[in-house]
C-alpha cells in the first residue's frame, strides 16, 4: 500500500529525512520509505512524475493539480474583486 502526504514544514527535506530514518522498528510494518518530490514538479505537462508512481499516487497527485488550479482561480478572484488590491481577509 502506498500513502502520499502533503505537509508544509519549516524543516528541509533533509531534516525530515533524518527524523524519519532515527524513528524505530516498531512502526516498520506501516512505513518502508520515504519520498520527496519538490511542488514544482507538479505541473499538467509533467506526466514523467505520474507514470513513475502508482495509482493511488496518481490519483493524489491529479488531486493536488486540481487543488492548486483551485487555488489559483480563487486568487485571481479576490483580487479582481477589490479591483486590483489583494484582500487580506481583514476588510
Same mark, same amino acid.
Given at each position: 500500500?502506498?500513502?502520499?502526504?502533503? @505537509?508544509?514544514?519549516?524543516?528541509?527535506? +533533509? !531534516?525530515?529525512? #533524518?527524523?524519519?530514518?532515527?524513528?524505530?522498528?516498531?512502526? *516498520?510494518?506501516?512505513?518502508?520509505?520515504?519520498? @520527496?518530490?519538490?511542488?514544482?514538479?507538479? +505541473? !499538467?505537462?509533467? #506526466?514523467?512524475?505520474?507514470?513513475?508512481?502508482?495509482?493511488? *499516487?496518481?490519483?493524489?497527485?491529479?488531486?493536488?493539480?486540481?487543488?492548486?488550479?483551485?487555488?489559483?482561480?480563487?486568487?485571481?478572484?479576490?483580487?479582481?474583486?477589490?479591483?486590483?488590491?489583494?484582500?487580506?481577509?481583514?476588510?
Amino acid at each position: 500500500m502506498i500513502s502520499v502526504l502533503l @505537509f508544509r514544514t519549516s524543516l528541509s527535506s +533533509t !531534516e525530515v529525512a #533524518e527524523l524519519y530514518n532515527s524513528g524505530s522498528q516498531a512502526e *516498520a510494518d506501516e512505513t518502508t520509505n520515504i519520498k @520527496f518530490i519538490p511542488h514544482t514538479e507538479f +505541473t !499538467e505537462d509533467n #506526466e514523467e512524475v505520474l507514470l513513475n508512481h502508482a495509482p493511488s *499516487a496518481q490519483g493524489c497527485f491529479l488531486l493536488y493539480l486540481d487543488y492548486l488550479k483551485h487555488r489559483k482561480k480563487a486568487a485571481a478572484s479576490s483580487v479582481s474583486n477589490t479591483n486590483g488590491k489583494v484582500n487580506d481577509g481583514q476588510t
